[in-house]
C-alpha cells in the first residue's frame, strides 16, 4: 500500500512541471520573435563635427516673379499708372485716354487712345511711369496694341511707345517706337533715337490691322555710350542697339505709352492697349498670349 501514496505526489509533480513549461510557452508566444540580444552596434557614434540627418522634407521655393509692374486695366480706370505717386496720364492738346470694353486683350477692359492730330499742332495722349524705370538699371518694357484701322502718318512720325529722361533743366523722350508707312501705305515700327535725331529701320514686320500685337523692349540704362535698346514684335527682333546712350546723365527715366503726333488720318485716331508691363524677364507671346485668348470683337 505504500506504493499508492507516493502516485499523488507524482501526478502533482508532473503536473506542476507541465504547467510551467506551459506558461514559458505562453510568455514566448506574447513576447514574440527577436528576443535575442541585440549585438551591439558597429555604427560610429555622431561627434560633433558630423553631418547632420536631413531634415523633414521642405516645400520647393516659388521663383520671385518677373513681373515689376502691370496694368491689365480690368480696374476700370487708370489707378495702376497713379500707385504710389510714380506715374499718371498726361495729354497735350486734343489727346485722351479712357478705358474701354469695345475689345480688350485680356479680361473685359483695355485702354483707348484717342488723338486729334489733323492741324499739323502737336496732340498727345501718354501714360507714363517713372520710379521703377529710374529705379532700375535694366528691365523689359511691353505691351499689346490693336489698331483698328490703318493710318497715314502724314506727319511723318507717330510715338507709341517712348522712354523720357529729366533733369532740372531738361525733359525730352530719349528712345521712341514710332509708327511708319511703307510704300503702299502699310503701317510698320522703327526706332528712334530722338535726341541724336537718328532712326533705324527694319523691313522684318509689318503692323497688322484688327488684331493684337505685341511689343516689347529691353532697356539697359546708360548715362555713357555703354547702355542698350532692344525691341521685339510678337516675339521677333526687329532692333538690338548696343553701345548708346539712353537718358541724361543723372536724369530721372520715364517710360510711356502714347499716342502722339502732329498729323494722322483718319482724324479722331484711335488704338487700344492692354496688359502693360515692366518685367525683369521677357514676356513673350508665346507665354503671354497663350495664357490671354485676344478677344476683339467689335
Ligand atoms: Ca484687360
Not at 555604427?43 to 491689365?72: C, D, H, K, Q, Y
Request: charged share 20%; with cysteine.
Amino acid at each position: 500500500m505504500k506504493h499508492r501514496s507516493v502516485r499523488p505526489l507524482v501526478i502533482v509533480a508532473l503536473i506542476v512541471v507541465a504547467s510551467v513549461i506551459a506558461a514559458l510557452v505562453t510568455l514566448d508566444l506574447l513576447q514574440g520573435p527577436g528576443r535575442q540580444p541585440v549585438a551591439p552596434s558597429t555604427e560610429p557614434t555622431p561627434t560633433a563635427g558630423a553631418l547632420p540627418r536631413p531634415e523633414e522634407p521642405t516645400t520647393t521655393p516659388i521663383p520671385p516673379s518677373p513681373v515689376l509692374w502691370s496694368a491689365n486695366l480690368e480696374s476700370g480706370d487708370l489707378s495702376d499708372w497713379e500707385q504710389d505717386g510714380c506715374g499718371g496720364l498726361f495729354n497735350t492738346r486734343d489727346g485722351t485716354a479712357a478705358v474701354t470694353n469695345k475689345v480688350a486683350h485680356s479680361g473685359r477692359y483695355a485702354l483707348q487712345l484717342t488723338v486729334n492730330a489733323d492741324d499739323g499742332k502737336d496732340h498727345a495722349t501718354r501714360l507714363m511711369r517713372w520710379c521703377e524705370p529710374s529705379d532700375l538699371d535694366q528691365a523689359y518694357f511691353s505691351a499689346w496694341y490693336y489698331f483698328p484701322e490703318r493710318v497715314s502718318v502724314d506727319a511723318g512720325w507717330w510715338n507709341i511707345f517712348q522712354f523720357k529722361s529729366r533733369t532740372e533743366e531738361d525733359n525730352d523722350p530719349w528712345w521712341i517706337l514710332n509708327v511708319g508707312n511703307r510704300e503702299d501705305g502699310t503701317m510698320y515700327v522703327y526706332l528712334r533715337d530722338w535726341i541724336h535725331e537718328r532712326s533705324y529701320d527694319q523691313f522684318a514686320k509689318n503692323l497688322p490691322v484688327g488684331q493684337w500685337v505685341h511689343l516689347e523692349v529691353f532697356l539697359r540704362k546708360a548715362d555713357d555710350q555703354t547702355g542698350q535698346v532692344t525691341v521685339w514684335q510678337d516675339g521677333t527682333l526687329l532692333f538690338d542697339v548696343t553701345g548708346v546712350q539712353t537718358n541724361y546723365d543723372g536724369g530721372r527715366v520715364s517710360w510711356g505709352i502714347n499716342s502722339y503726333s502732329s498729323g494722322l488720318s483718319p482724324s479722331p485716331t484711335v488704338i487700344y492697349v492692354d496688359d502693360v508691363m515692366m518685367s525683369t524677364a521677357p514676356i513673350t507671346p508665346s507665354v503671354a498670349g497663350s495664357q490671354r485668348e485676344g478677344s476683339a470683337s467689335e
